[in-house]
């Protein structure tokens, strides 16, 4: 089981970047898939990024590809998320969920992990 924290949400204006961190307590993190999802005010939960147990494959929204860079340490336990020329339609809720997996697949549907944090707000200003 792990326990997972993000961090690095912000206030910022558009066409800027942010960096959110997830973070694992877990000892075993490289055997698990990551993925971000968010949560706009008024709208439903939406897949961002996802990456491999070992990094080697990702996955991204159609509305986030080509800005957002989906990246993991997992010597740190780490998972990140680099937003790069961020929208007011980027503004949302962002959560980090995990999936114990002996596979390199990667997954898009929420309902494939079992694992979440408890989510940090990026909003956009213009």
């Known amino acids: 089981q792990v326990q997972l924290v993000e961090s690095g949400g912000g206030l910022v204006q558009t066409g800027t970047s942010l960096t959110l961190s997830c973070e694992s307590s877990?000892?075993?993190?490289?055997?698990?898939?990551v993925g971000w999802f968010r949560r706009a005010p008024g709208k439903e939960r939406e897949f961002v990024a996802a990456?491999?147990?070992?990094?080697?494959?990702?996955l991204y929204g159609v509305s986030v590809k080509g800005r957002f860079t989906i990246s993991r340490d997992n010597a740190r336990n780490t998972v990140s998320l680099r937003m790069n020329n961020l929208k007011s339609e980027d503004t949302a809720i962002y959560y980090c969920?995990?999936?114990?997996?002996?596979?390199?697949?990667?997954?898009?549907?929420?309902?494939?992990?079992?694992?979440w944090g408890q989510g940090t707000q990026v909003t956009v200003s213009s």
């Open positions: 969920a995990a999936e114990f997996t002996y596979t390199d697949l990667v997954k898009t549907d929420p309902g494939e992990y079992s694992y």
């Open positions: 877990g000892r075993t993190f490289g055997q698990y898939r």
């Open positions: 990456i491999s147990k070992n990094g080697e494959y990702s």
